[in-house]
């Protein structure tokens, strides 16, 4: 079937390039995923080792510090962004 005269093609729809995108679809390598997987696991490692470590280093001054954030919430902060981190390449290694 011949397109017809008056098309370009140019032309296109933003429709017919999300079919295409959709049709072509997109994998990673393995060492791709394991190299972001690992960079994501070792940043929640690395910022868990030394948020912990530099609470620690300064609880003193935390302690006597007028704010309402003491040593509870500080380390429920760092624990959560280093479990996001950690979650964040282990759904890399498997996604």
Same mark, same amino acid.
């Given at each position: ?34 190299? /972001? #997987? ?6 929640? +490692?690395?910022?868990?080792?030394t %948020? =912990?470590?530099?609470? $620690? ?14 040593? /509870? #919430?500080?380390?429920?902060?760092i624990?959560? +962004?280093?479990?996001?981190?950690? %979650? =964040?390449?282990?759904? $890399?290694?498997?996604?």
């Amino acid at each position: 079937m011949a397109p017809p005269k008056d098309s370009n093609p140019y032309d296109l729809q933003a429709t017919d390039a999300k079919k295409a995108l959709a049709q072509e679809g997109y994998d990673d390598c393995l060492a791709c995923r394991a190299t /972001g #997987s690992a960079a994501f696991i070792g940043l929640g +490692i690395y910022s868990y080792y030394t %948020g =912990m470590n530099n609470l $620690r280093k300064q609880e003193q001054e935390i302690l006597k510090s007028a704010t309402k954030y003491k040593m /509870g #919430s500080r380390k429920l902060g760092i624990f959560s +962004i280093s479990a996001t981190l950690v %979650g =964040m390449g282990i759904w $890399r290694a498997f996604n």
